[in-house]
């Protein structure tokens, strides 16, 4: 009988020392980072062939941990991403630039795909308008 009291009670302890381990570890484990993005589109609308292709993603980190984007990839070869490769800090703001590429006629529409630390995983972006010949 006395071995099992000892042994109920050694497990009450053991249980009450793992809860307490875990509610000081959650303290630490709830901070993230949060992606807010300006728009997700931009629309290059109708432009001429050959001109500046080059527009800007702009985006907040409306988290509490510091955002570490870890790679930016287009659809395509013809749409170039440029990105800063340091953390952005909580409330900071960030840019990703788009570089496409306007030699080729006619619509178009491309996916950029960003892959950070950020709370719900990737996020895609999306460019699109026409590209009609020089006058």
């Known amino acids: ?30 901070k993230v980072a949060v992606i807010k993005f300006e728009t997700e ?12 292709g080059t527009r800007v993603f702009t985006f907040v980190n409306e988290g509490d941990a510091p955002l570490l ?27 990703i630039e788009i570089k496409y590429d306007t030699k080729k006629l006619g619509a178009f529409t491309k996916t950029i795909t960003v892959t950070s630390n950020a709370e719900g995983g990737n996020k895609i972006l999306k460019i ?6 020089s006058k």
């Open 69 to 95: 984007i870890t790679k930016v990839k287009a659809s395509c070869g013809c749409t170039v991403p440029t990105y800063s490769k340091a953390p952005i800090q909580p409330n900071e703001s960030g840019e």
């Open 41 to 52: 589109v931009i629309d290059y609308g109708t432009i001429e062939q050959n001109s500046d």
């Open 1 to 30: 009988m006395k071995r099992t009291l000892n042994t109920i009670f050694i497990l009450v302890l053991a249980i009450g020392l793992f809860n307490a381990s875990s509610a000081e570890f959650d303290k630490y484990d709830t």
């Open 128 to 133: 699109k308008g026409n590209i009609v010949a």
